[in-house]
C-alpha cells in the first residue's frame, strides 16, 4: 500500500463521517455511518496491509469530521470503537473466507452477517459511550439499537459500492450488455419518482423497483452503487425535515424505519444481481462447455471421416473414397461433355517382397509406392488405394494420351525410386477413358482389362485399353 492510499482512506473516512452527521439526531447517533465502510473497504482491497497505519488515520479524520459536534474524548473513543468495528467485520470475513468479489450469493450473506457481528459488537461500546456523554434523555438500549442499525447499514450499503469501483475494486462482474433506450427511459422515471417522492406524491418504496431494475439490468457494482443512490436520498429527504413513511410521533421512529428500508433495500440488491451475475457467469461456462464439446465431436468426426475415406497404411484414399469420386466424375464427364481417364496400377511380384523382406518391409514399400504416385500427380487427380497391392488415380479432365504420358512418368518414378533393403520395384499400369456411353464400373472394368494384359506381356509397363485405342484420333 503506497501513501497516497493512505491519505485517500483518510480523505473518503472523513467525507463518510460528514455524510453520516447529515442525519445526526439530536442525541448524536446517526442514520447510517458510511466511514466505516471505507475502513473496511481498505482492509478487503489491501488484505490487511498496515493496518496500524489505517488505524492511526482513521483515528484523525474521525476528530477531523467530529469537532465541535462531538468533545476530542468523545471523538478519540468513537474513533477507536469505529476502527475496530471495521477490523473486527475484516477479520470475521477473512475467517469465513469472504471472497471480496461477490463472485455467489453466500459472499452477500457472510458479508451481511459479519456486518451485523461487527457493528452489533462496536454497538455495545459506543452505546455506553453515548450514554456517558450524551444519556439523559435516551436509554442505553435505544443508543445500542440506532448505533448498532446505523453503522450495519452503513457497511452493508457503502462498501459494496467501494468495492465495486477503484482503487478499491475487487468485483469482476462486468455488466451483461450496453446501455438501451429502454434503459433511458428507466433512468427518466426514476428521476421522476424522485421528484414526486420529494414532492411527498410518491412512497419512498417506489426506489425498490428501480434498484431492482438496475440488478437485474446490469453488473453488482452498478447495483450497490443504485442502492447508494437511494440511500442517499433518503438522507436529504430526512435531513428536509421530510415524513417519507408517514407521520411519526417522533424523529426516533422515522430513522428507525429508514434504516429497515435502507437494510432489506441493499440486502434484495445486491444479492439480486449477485445471483444473477453468478447465474450468468454459470451459463457462460456452460456455453463455453458446449461450444467445446461441439468443436471436439467435430474433430472427432472429420477423422472418422477421414478414416472413412482414407487408407490407413498408405494414406491414400480407400476403395469407397475412390468410388464414390469416380461415380460423381463420371455424371459430370456426361452431363458437360469433359473427359474423364483412370489409371490402375500394381506392383510387379509384391508376394516375393513380403516372402523375402517381410510384411513390414511390404509395408514400407506400400507407403511408399502412394507417395511417389501423389508426388507426380496434380492436386485435382484422386490418388487411391484400390486393394492389396493394387492403386488407382482419377484423372478429371484428361483424355487417354494424357493419362498414357502421366502412367509413363509414374511408372518411371516407381522403378527409380529408392525402397531400402527391398531393392528395385517395379508397377504395371492399365488405363482407360471413359466413353460417351460408359459407366464408371466400365471404365475400372477396361482398365483392369489393361493391366492385365499389361502383366501378361511382361510387368513394368503402360498398357491403355482397347476400347480406349479404338477412341484415339488417327
Known amino acids: 500500500m503506497k501513501p497516497a492510499h493512505l491519505a485517500l482512506i483518510g480523505a473518503l473516512y472523513f467525507l463518510g463521517a460528514k455524510l453520516g452527521m447529515l442525519s445526526v439526531m439530536p442525541e448524536g447517533n446517526a442514520l447510517l455511518w458510511p466511514a466505516n465502510a471505507v475502513t473496511l473497504a481498505a482492509l478487503l482491497r489491501f488484505d490487511g496491509a498496515r493496518l496500524p497505519a489505517i488505524g492511526l488515520v482513521v483515528l484523525a479524520a474521525e476528530v477531523a469530521a467530529g469537532i465541535p459536534r462531538f468533545s476530542l474524548v468523545e471523538a478519540l473513543l468513537f474513533g477507536m470503537i469505529n476502527f475496530a468495528e471495521a477490523a473486527g467485520a475484516f477479520l470475521l470475513l477473512r475467517r469465513v473466507r469472504f471472497d471480496a468479489a461477490f463472485t455467489a450469493t453466500t459472499d452477500v450473506w457472510k458479508f451481511v452477517l459479519a456486518a451485523l457481528a461487527a457493528s452489533g459488537c462496536a454497538a455495545f461500546l459506543g452505546a455506553a459511550v453515548y450514554s456517558a456523554f450524551r ?38 462482474f462486468d455488466a451483461p450488455s450496453r446501455w438501451s433506450r429502454a434503459d433511458l427511459a428507466i433512468g427518466l422515471a426514476a428521476i421522476a419518482a424522485v421528484v414526486a417522492i420529494w414532492n411527498g406524491v410518491a412512497p419512498l418504496f417506489a426506489t425498490l423497483f428501480f434498484v431492482l431494475y438496475i440488478a437485474w439490468r446490469a453488473a453488482p457494482r452498478w447495483a450497490a452503487a443504485a442502492v447508494a443512490l437511494v440511500a442517499l436520498f433518503v438522507v436529504l429527504v430526512l435531513a428536509s425535515g421530510r415524513q417519507p413513511f408517514g407521520e411519526l410521533d417522533e424523529a426516533r421512529e422515522t430513522m428507525l424505519y429508514a434504516q429497515r428500508f435502507l437494510f432489506v433495500l441493499s440486502i434484495v440488491g445486491l444479492g439480486f444481481s449477485t445471483l444473477l451475475a453468478q447465474l450468468r457467469v454459470q451459463q457462460a461456462e456452460l456455453e463455453r462447455r458446449v461450444t467445446e464439446r461441439t468443436r471436439e465431436l467435430e474433430e472427432a468426426n472429420a477423422r472418422l471421416a477421414e478414416l472413412a475415406a482414407f487408407d490407413a497404411l498408405s494414406g491414400a484414399a480407400n476403395r469407397r473414397n475412390f468410388d464414390q469420386a469416380l461415380s460423381a466424375e463420371a455424371l459430370r464427364s456426361h452431363r458437360y461433355g469433359r473427359p474423364l481417364a483412370v489409371i490402375l496400377a500394381d506392383i510387379d511380384r509384391f508376394k516375393n517382397v513380403n516372402d523375402s523382406h517381410g510384411h513390414a518391409a511390404g509395408d514400407d514399400v506400400i507407403r ?14 484422386l490418388v487411391a488405394r484400390y486393394g492389396g497391392e493394387e492403386f488407382a488415380v482419377l484423372l478429371p479432365e484428361t483424355r487417354a494420351e494424357q493419362a498414357v504420358e502421366l502412367a509413363e512418368r509414374l511408372r518411371q518414378a516407381i522403378e527409380g525410386a529408392d525402397y531400402g533393403n527391398v531393392g528395385r520395384i517395379t508397377a504395371s499400369f492399365g488405363v482407360a477413358e471413359l466413353g460417351a456411353d460408359g459407366s464408371a464400373t466400365e471404365i475400372v472394368h477396361s482398365a483392369d482389362r489393361a493391366l492385365y494384359e499389361a502383366k501378361a506381356q511382361g510387368r513394368n509397363r503402360v498398357v491403355l485399353s482397347e476400347k480406349s485405342r479404338h477412341s484415339l484420333p488417327l
Do not use: H, K, Q
Open 135 to 172: 444519556g439523559a434523555e435516551t436509554t442505553y438500549f435505544e443508543f445500542f439499537r440506532i448505533w448498532w442499525f446505523g453503522d450495519a447499514v452503513g457497511l452493508i450499503v457503502v462498501t459494496p459500492l467501494l468495492l465495486g469501483f477503484a482503487p478499491f475494486r475487487t468485483m469482476i
Open 368 to 381: 511408399g509406392l502412394a507417395a511417389t504416385l501423389a508426388a507426380n500427380c496434380r492436386t485435382s487427380d
